[in-house]
């Protein structure tokens, strides 16, 4: 597909980014209003998050034509599933399924935004947040053993900054959307 058909593709779905965006802010901010959820409850919590995050950008992956989203989201839909189906995962276990689903979106997005570099003139925010996702699988594989507390307001300071960007990226699409629905 030529690069020049991807931005109209994804401005039309400039909301399946907003709905990602909405859901990380939620998750944070949950993570942050109640950090000392048990880790049954964050395994849940999490789940459900990278379930609907994995929708949405299979939904939009599928719609603009772009693998790169449709593999975002099935690596989000199977770790979303495994939570459901592995709810006993241990606090390790849990950080390294978080830590490699953040660093292959991270990778992915960053790829998304190389792609769109010549064609939206803030791809960078989509950049930043491959990077942001990237820096903190990293961080989550180097340091194992944090406390849960820790890792709970790290997961939430991600999911929060992730949305953020995620937010502003939507908005920066549906107003290209809306300069390019004339022509």
């Known amino acids: 597909m030529p690069d020049q058909l991807v931005l109209p593709g994804l401005a039309s779905h400039w909301g399946a980014f907003a709905l990602r965006g909405a859901a990380a802010v939620l998750f944070g901010i949950l993570t942050f209003v109640w950090p000392q959820i048990a880790l049954a409850s964050l395994v849940l919590l999490w789940g459900a998050y990278a379930l609907v995050d994995g929708v949405m950008a299979m939904i939009a992956g599928f719609r603009t034509k772009i693998w790169s989203l449709l593999l975002v989201g099935l690596v989000g839909i199977g770790a979303g599933v495994a939570t459901f189906f592995y709810p006993g995962l241990t606090a390790l276990v849990l950080l390294y399924v978080i830590a490699a689903w953040a660093i292959v979106t ?14 939206l003139t803030q791809e960078w925010l989509l950049a930043l947040a491959g990077v942001l996702s990237v820096a903190f699988g990293v961080l989550l594989v180097m340091n194992p053993g944090a406390g849960a507390l820790s890792v709970i307001l790290i997961i939430g300071a991600y999911a929060l900054m992730f949305g953020l960007l995620l937010l502003m990226l939507a908005f920066k699409l549906r107003s290209v959307r809306s300069r390019l629905a004339p022509a």
């Open 106 to 119: 991270g990778i992915l997005a960053i790829y998304v935004a190389i792609r769109l570099r010549k064609e």
